[in-house]
């Protein structure tokens, strides 16, 4: 065994299991040369094989197979396809390499040392591993039409221009958002994170609630359920949009000692409750659409009334149209939660504090 | 009251052979010989066993000439307790006791 093999199975190894690598192999020179020699190392690289393949390892590797394989949609003839497939690759690599971040030291590093911390990071890893997947299905059923139908569109090359122009801005947009989403789950959940355990606590759960809530009233994408009044969900909807951020704003920004502090910390609150508040949204509304596409309004695809409605590809173009709109709410959410996180935070009265040294934000 | 720790028959042996004489320093080496266990078994038992505070273990003092520096391990006083507490458990060592440093 090479000196440069040693040193990279060591270094990839835990720091608490370095040791114990190191100690194995440092026994090589007393172990007998031949089938002793060989059968030490054997032992060696399977302890340290142990340590590597771990739960979060293995599901780790999992999700990034299944969604190669379930993305990846062999024997298309969409022009699109090739340029999704890179799209899809890069969003995997992405997400698969993130945790290795959380080695390294600096904004984007180690993991706080709170429990909160763990939690929110744990959990904005699994909510962007479901978006991707709702993705992939989202592009599998809207992107159907145009594959293997009788589609002759009028001008091939047209098409064919604009297919390929799409699916390359929709595949730097996605892996765009999904970057930024993945350094403000690394930021905020780091060593060096301006955000108190209560602010991540506070902000993630009303972003959850306020994404949920807005599910419930728009299930399908409909922005109004027949069951109640108009003006009902209108105010619910208003409660969903601005007045959770703007209260997860003011129940961090009490804990300030300065106004500047009150609107730094409902900033952060809004941040966070913006951005899980779109993925839940995002992650339960889309897969909805999907198993219920004929509950989605419909769109025309042609307006002349004597061309049959309600066909499959409308029904397709209809679901990609609306939950292209929610994807939408990924960019936005997080840019409005900071803005209602900011007034929630200018609102609330802040007493100067002399005798309580707490974190400010 | 803590549940008691079912140690398996390798565990036992390893315990066993540390036991032999407590107060010595042994080689991961020495212990699979002992033993008769592979180095992918001895050392995750040898790694619990630590993590259970049963055994302690350091690196051997200065750099000796043209080999790395060896791990050294020994029980604690509670696993020597322990070890004391399930002799008839512990499998009999295959090999004769081999190399040990003081």
């Known amino acids: ?361 | 009251m803590p549940l008691p720790h079912r140690d398996s028959a390798q565990t036992a042996s390893v315990l066993a052979a540390l036991a032999n004489e407590p107060a010595q320093w042994c080689h991961g080496y020495d212990l699979a010989r002992q033993t008769g266990l592979k180095s992918g078994s001895l050392y995750p038992i040898l790694i619990r066993l630590a993590e259970r505070g049963l055994v302690t273990a350091r690196w051997e003092e200065g750099q000796p000439a043209g080999r790395p520096r060896r791990h050294l391990y020994r029980l604690t006083d509670a696993g020597a307790a322990v070890a004391a507490d399930r002799p008839a458990r512990a499998a009999p060592a295959r090999h004769g006791l081999a190399e040990r440093t003081a």
């Not at chain 1, 094989?49 to 190669?68: F, I, S």
């Not at chain 1, 080695?103 to 991707?132: E, F, H, K, P």
């Not at chain 1, 009044?229 to 300065?258: E, K, W």
């Open chain 1, 1 to 361: 065994m090479t000196g440069a093999l040693t040193r990279v199975l060591l270094a990839v190894l835990p720091a608490r299991r370095r040791a114990w690598g190191e100690a194995v192999l440092a026994e090589l020179a007393a172990v007998p040369p031949g089938r002793p020699r060989r059968a030490w190392i054997a032992g060696a690289l399977w302890l340290i094989a142990r340590e590597l393949v771990t739960l979060p390892r293995v599901a780790l590797a999992a999700a990034a197979a299944a969604c190669l394989r379930l993305g990846w949609a062999p024997g298309s003839t969409d022009p699109a396809t090739p340029i999704q497939r890179v799209g899809l690759l890069a969003i995997v690599v992405l997400l698969a390499a993130s945790p290795l971040l959380s080695r390294a030291r600096g904004d984007l590093g180690a993991v706080a040392d709170s429990r909160v911390a763990r939690v929110v990071r744990a959990g904005g890893y699994a909510a962007l591993w479901a978006l991707l997947l709702v993705v992939i299905c989202l592009s599998g059923y809207a992107g159907a039409r145009f594959e293997h139908r009788s589609m002759t569109p009028a001008n091939a090359a047209q098409w064919h221009s604009e297919r390929v122009g799409g699916a390359v801005s929709g595949s730097l947009i996605l892996f765009g958002v999904m970057a930024a989403y993945v350094a403000a789950i690394l930021w905020l959940t780091s060593r060096r994170s301006p955000a108190s355990p209560a602010t991540l606590a506070l902000g993630g759960a009303w972003g959850v609630m306020g994404g949920i809530l807005l599910y419930a009233l728009m299930p399908v994408g409909s922005p109004v359920l027949p069951a109640t009044p108009a003006a009902v969900d209108r105010l619910l909807l208003g409660v969903g949009v601005v007045g959770v951020p703007i209260a997860a704003g003011v129940m961090v920004a009490r804990r300030a000692a300065t106004a500047d502090d009150a609107r730094a910390a409902g900033a952060l609150a809004g941040l966070l409750t913006g951005g899980a508040g779109a993925l839940a949204l995002v992650i339960l509304t889309i897969p909805t659409m999907l198993l219920f596409p004929s509950h989605v309004p419909l769109k025309w695809a042609n307006p002349d009334p004597s061309v049959p409605h309600g066909t499959r590809f409308e029904r397709e173009m209809s679901v990609g149209d609306a939950a292209d709109k929610y994807m939408g709410f990924l960019l936005l959410g997080p840019l409005l939660g900071i803005t209602l996180g900011v007034v929630g935070g200018a609102l609330t009265i802040v007493e100067p504090r002399t005798d309580d040294p707490r974190p400010v934000i």
